[in-house]
């Protein structure tokens, strides 16, 4: 299997960093679906709503995911990194998807009590989601 990286290897182009950036994907939408759903919404009768509410989370992570290299090797070397790197990513993914909630590209708004909640049930799906995926794809 060929492993290149990209941006001073923040990004490792191989299938496990595929795997890894699709079960992220995965985590958030549940996160979001659950969410949508405990307050009376369906999912799957508003998707443009459940979108609406993921896209900021999604470019949080996206963008602190990379600049913090957490699709690199390292930031999977063992279950500690990778709760230590998972957990501090999405806590300032959460900050950077409120700040696009507070515009109005994007539905909703920056709530104190919203972020709590996204940094305690997103962060519990994400790093469970990559805590499994440290122990399976360990090289």
């Known amino acids: 299997m060929s ?4 941006e001073s ?3 490792e182009l191989s299938s496990r960093t595929a795997v ?10 549940i ?7 405990s307050h009376g919404i369906d999912p799957l009768a508003n998707p ?4 609406g509410t993921l896209a900021p989370f999604l ?3 996206g963008l602190v995911a990379v600049a913090g290299g957490l699709y690199a090797a390292p930031s999977r070397s063992s279950l500690g990194r990778t709760l230590a790197t998972t957990f501090g990513g999405w806590v300032l993914a959460v900050v950077v998807a409120q ?9 909703g708004d920056a709530a104190l009590t919203f972020a709590l909640v996204s940094t305690f049930v997103g962060g519990v799906l994400l790093v469970g989601w990559r805590l499994i995926a440290t122990l ?3 090289e």
């Open 136 to 138: 399976v794809l360990a």
């Open 20 to 29: 890894l950036a699709l079960g992220d994907v995965l985590a958030l939408l």
């Open 31 to 37: 996160f979001v679906v659950a969410g949508e759903y």
């Open 59 to 61: 470019i949080g992570w």
């Open 9 to 11: 290897g923040r990004v």
């Open 99 to 107: 700040l696009l909630r507070a515009t109005a590209v994007f539905h």
């Open 48 to 51: 443009g709503r459940v979108g």
């Open 3 to 6: 492993v290149s990286t990209v």
